[in-house]
């Protein structure tokens, strides 16, 4: 077998290969000619999509312009106007700077690049399939066009493996507004098959942008404000930008965005930092809606790591990330959380802890009665040594009712409360019609008490069992909604529930809309927003709009979970479980404790709630009569 040579590619091929990072779908074309219309100096762009964007991409702009001896130089790889050297590299201050975007882009579809400078005449290239044809005059107002028509149409390969336009659009939305976060002082107005999607002006107050972006959850954010001892802490960095109230969340971090001087960069990197920021106030699993904006040296972050350039490096992340948590932390213990009358972003109540009340008992009369000795005295009353309470410092110290360790941490005392008052009504457990027959081996079981308002006390045979009311009643609810079809049904609604939607999430809903619909959703436009006109017959008002929220950002993910009618109610009983279930502090009476104990009986597995909790804590009589001493 004869040895292979080392050759060089041809160009084409080169080409070809840069095509691959650079282009890898119709969202990042429209990022890199964004980068390019706000590098230029541009206060309006216009984006065009046609089909997703695989028919056609148009990006205007009034920016600058190229000089037309530089239109043919622009399509040549590593041809560009913000560097000179590798000294710039160290220090750079543009979104774009390699000089690949336009030659890639031309390499995969038909590309047009229309121009005029101040005081010149419109001038136009084109490229197809890498072929760059002659400069020709053009009618052009002062700044640029570029067309990008039938992408990928020479590699049906990597075409076949583009998602759907709808989808495709979602995430032209996604990049048209992270940029429009990150330049108020930019318009931006996208149109998809010529129907207006996106519309936002230029503004000099970021605050305006958010609103325009974020609908009505921008006024609920609360200004980002830096601990006083920052001001003497070591480093030049600074971080800005808006935080949600710990009561507005997300399933996804998708509504974190995160600017470095200006350039919006993945949210992933910072997620562990926000979540310590924000202590036990986020429930697991959740994540808060922000506008991080970091201002640091060009020289202590490295942006040439990744061809799409949304990935960087911090030379000193580790203090980057410790000051955005404090920053967090300290504007969530001295901000207000209710908006005042004016529903400014940054007028708002506090979220400091407030004193806790202490109940003052009266003492029973028994008390002093008990104190009195058979000769009449005064009995001195002998005062335990205060000790401190032993903590475990295991994951978990308890047995679960199977012998089985929990598979998640337990809730911190700030996680409870939250999870105590979740803003959402609970239903009996009486409301429901009984389960099916039995079909578990848990024996019958009554409740002796209900203590903390949180457990109940139950006697099952020789066993004390105790019981988490709120994880029980939740894989009730699961196991409930999971199998009666009833439930699934759609049902139009009497007055069709207005839903509050920002640019994104319209973007989704257009996207997914038959796939919500096969879940029993319908939705109508009405006037300038969105209504929800049918719905699953399980979904109240009340908790609608988080609902449609959380479940739109499931369906925007590529290969999202719900895809089959089976999973689709797997995962709204999942989401709803938690919703009516009998919270912790919620007072029971005895026949809403009997149901419980026996709804538990009546499910496949009663052990754990939907998010991998324990259900219940078993004591045997064996172990009492141990511990009291009555073995042996």
């Known amino acids: 077998m004869s040895l292979k040579r080392i050759k060089q590619l041809d ?48 990006i205007t702009d009034n920016g600058s312009g190229i000089h037309e001896e530089d239109l043919a130089l622009a399509l040549d790889r590593h041809a560009t106007s913000k560097l000179r050297n590798e000294d710039d590299l160290a220090s750079i201050g543009t979104l774009g700077f ?19 400078t101040s005081g010149n005449e419109g001038r136009m290239i084109t490229m197809k399939d890498g072929e760059k044809g002659d400069v020709t005059p053009v009618g052009l ?42 330049n108020p002082e930019v318009g931006f107005r996208l149109t998809s098959d010529e129907r207006t999607i996106l519309e936002v002006p230029a ?9 325009d972006l974020l609908g009505g959850q921008a006024g609920k954010m609360i200004l980002l404000k830096s601990p006083p001892a920052d001001l003497e802490a070591p480093g030049d960095e600074k971080w800005t930008g808006w935080v949600s109230t710990p009561d507005i969340t997300r399933g996804k971090g998708d509504d974190i965005h995160v600017l470095i001087n200006g350039r919006p960069v993945a949210s992933q990197p910072f997620l562990q930092a926000i979540r310590r920021g924000y202590r036990t106030r986020l429930m697991q699993g959740r994540h808060p809606v922000a506008v991080l904006l970091l201002n640091l040296p060009s020289d202590e972050v490295d942006v040439n790591v990744h061809p799409t350039k949304r990935e960087v490096r911090l030379k000193n992340s580790w203090r980057v990330l410790e000051r955005l948590e404090r920053c967090i932390a300290h504007t969530l213990e001295s901000t207000p959380t209710e908006p005042e009358s004016s529903g400014g972003i940054t007028g708002i109540v506090s979220l400091a802890k407030q004193p806790e009340q202490r109940r003052e008992k009266s003492k029973p009369s028994w008390v002093d009665a008990a104190q009195l000795s058979l000769s009449g005295e005064k009995a001195t009353e002998i005062k335990p040594e205060a000790k401190p309470r032993p903590v475990s410092t295991a994951a978990s110290s308890q047995k679960t009712i199977t012998n089985m360790q929990p598979i998640a941490p337990a809730l911190s005392s700030d996680e409870r409360k939250l999870h105590r008052h979740a803003g959402i009504v609970s239903q009996s457990p009486l409301s429901d019609n009984p389960l099916g027959p039995v079909i578990n081996e848990l024996p019958q079981m009554e409740p002796l008490a209900q203590f903390a308002d949180s457990y109940i006390l139950v006697q099952a045979e020789d066993e004390l069992l105790l019981v988490d009311q709120h994880a029980l009643h939740e894989r009730v609810r699961y196991e409930r909604l999971r199998h009666n079809e009833e439930i699934w049904e759609s049902q139009p609604r009497i007055s069709p529930l207005e839903i509050d939607l920002d640019a ?75 919703r009516g279930a009998v919270k912790a502090n919620d007072k029971l009476t005895l026949p809403e404790m009997r149901r419980l104990l026996d709804d538990m009986r009546r499910i496949p597995n009663p052990w754990a709630c939907v998010h991998g909790r324990p259900t219940a804590m078993r004591i045997p009589l064996n172990a009492l009569d141990q511990h009291f001493g009555r073995h042996g």
């Open 11 to 58: 160009d084409r091929t080169i080409g070809h290969i840069a095509a691959g990072e650079v282009v890898e779908r119709p969202a990042q074309v429209v990022k890199e000619l964004l980068e390019n219309s706000i590098d230029a100096g541009s206060t309006q762009i216009q984006i065009d999509i046609e089909r997703g964007g695989f028919d056609l991409i148009a």
């Open 98 to 116: 390699r000089g690949e975007a336009l030659a890639s882009i031309g390499m995969v579809s038909e590309l047009s690049i229309s121009s005029r």
């Open 141 to 182: 107002a002062e700044g640029t066009k570029i067309e990008v028509k039938g992408i990928f149409i020479n590699q049906p390969a990597r075409l076949a493996f583009q998602r759907r336009p709808a989808t495709e659009t979602s995430k032209i939305v996604d990049v048209t507004v992270s940029h429009a976060i990150s």
């Open 203 to 211: 503004v000099e107050d970021m605050e305006d942008r958010l609103y």
């Open 504 to 578: 994104r999430q319209l973007a989704r809903l257009d996207a997914s809309k038959d796939t919500l619909e096969g879940i029993g959703f319908s939705f109508e436009q009405k006037n300038s927003g969105w209504v929800i006109s049918s719905a699953p017959a399980l979904l109240s008002g009340d908790e609608m709009q988080d609902f449609v929220h959380d479940l739109l950002l499931d369906v925007s993910e590529d290969g999202a979970p719900i895809t089959t009618v089976e999973e689709k109610k797997d995962h709204i009983a999942f989401l709803n479980a938690c």
